[in-house]
């Protein structure tokens, strides 16, 4: 007899950017020469002095479950740094480390999403969020942000949005896919509508103006995830963390325990590096995806994709394609099959992303400066 799939896991959706990227890598195994625009990863390497921390635990032995909770060592480290950048007092009994920010986001709704609860965000968003709130037997409720704002969340919007059902307000700033950036007031109107928040601060660090703020400024019981994959390069390390208030920390201990048992041992070693010394690595990949960013758009627009805003964090471009497409999953496919250059279908992001493209500035300037070349090339010729 067959297992049946529980409509739980059946009901997710595939996550489109990886579906892009998988057929990329797909022909350049047959030798085509694809430029990557479309995964969201740094393109530089970890930086040293993680890797060398991390040669030095192995060395060291370090190959062993931890605290379910992570290192006290790691967890105060973190909890510094909330002090030192935000100003705002955690303790490290409030922090949690985790295998990525994904799975902090897994424990967050998992623990606090009941059946037919509803999450409310922005969109166009991270294409994760609704499935793991639908993972849970909850709902997204999306607030479209306005492409003239800066796709900025209005929080006016977002009181609209408001009813008996919903659960908590998920923030993404700086967001994926629109590169928004919320300013201190905004942040605080959001975080004063009264409800729990959720916020995914994974692209701290990542801003070409002023420094993000953290809701935990305005909303001490904030639930934060964050992690080190983008600031520091790492995303292949598998390392994140929540911080949440005291109450809900046993809940998530219980998880870890239960579900993950403990964060990897020598990786936490590599992310006390990064936050003892990564710093300056971060604010040199910072300067060269802000130039690279001012590049990208430039180009693009050149193209005659619409991008109304400047995007102010993360490293990502949306650029509306309507002049080309209504369908952004089959122009991201044409553009791979027949340009060689790989991009996100903004569908992957919201309706509201129908007919746009998600264009990520981690790479080259070169890469670039040819993405935009190839893809001029191919839509003249198409017509
Ligand atoms: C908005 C956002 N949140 C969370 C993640 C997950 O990151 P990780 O699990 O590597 O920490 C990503 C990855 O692209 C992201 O863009």
Redesign the pocket.
């Known amino acids: 007899m067959t297992a049946a799939m529980s409509t739980r896991a059946a009901g997710l959706q595939p996550f489109l950017v990886m579906e892009v990227l998988e057929r990329a890598q797909e022909l350049e195994r047959q030798g085509r020469p694809i430029i990557h625009l479309e995964v ?2 740094p393109d530089f390497a970890t930086p040293r002095a993680v890797c060398e921390a991390a040669h030095a635990a192995l060395d060291a032995g370090l190959t062993h479950y931890t605290h379910s909770m992570g290192t006290l060592r790691l967890r105060e480290a973190i909890a510094a740094r909330y002090a030192r950048l935000h100003g705002v007092e955690i303790s490290p009994d409030r922090v949690l480390v985790t295998g ?4 902090a ?1 897994l424990y967050a709704f998992g623990a606090m999403v009941e059946p037919g609860d509803e999450v409310i965000a922005a969109t166009p968003h ?1 294409p ?1 969020y609704p499935n793991f709130i639908r993972f849970f037997g909850g709902r997204m409720v999306e607030v479209p942000s306005d492409p003239h704002d800066g796709y900025r969340l209005d929080p006016d919007a977002v009181r609209s949005a408001i009813t008996p059902r919903t659960r908590l307000i998920l923030l ?1 700033s700086p ?2 896919p629109t590169g928004a950036v919320l300013e201190p007031d905004r942040m605080r109107a959001l975080c004063e509508l009264g409800l729990p928040i959720v916020s ?1 601060e ?2 701290h660090g990542l801003t070409y103006g002023e420094p993000a703020t953290t809701a935990l400024r305005f909303r001490p019981d904030a639930v934060v ?1 964050d ?1 080190f ?2 600031r520091y390069a790492m ?1 292949g390390w ?1 390392l ?1 963390y929540l911080i949440a208030p005291s109450f809900m920390m046993r809940t998530f201990q219980t998880m870890q325990q239960n579900l993950f048992i403990s964060p990897n041992a020598f990786v936490q070693e590599a992310a006390m590096a990064a936050l003892e010394e990564g710093d300056d690595d971060t604010a040199r990949m910072r300067e060269t995806y802000g130039r690279r960013r001012d590049l990208m758009v430039g180009l693009f627009r050149e193209l005659g994709f619409a991008i109304p805003a400047m995007p102010q964090g993360a490293f990502y471009v949306l650029a509306d394609a309507s002049r080309y497409t209504d369908d952004s999953l089959a122009f991201a496919f044409e553009l791979l099959e027949c340009a060689n250059v790989a991009v996100a279908p903004g569908v992957d992001f919201g309706e509201a992303a129908r007919r746009a493209i998600r264009l990520c500035y981690a790479a080259s300037d070169d890469a670039i400066r040819e993405a935009a070349n190839r893809v001029r090339e191919y839509l003249a010729c198409r017509g």
């Open positions: 969201g990863e990525g920010s994904s799975l986001m991270y994760c993404n967001s994926n995914d994974i692209y995830v992690g994959s983008k995303t598998r994140g």
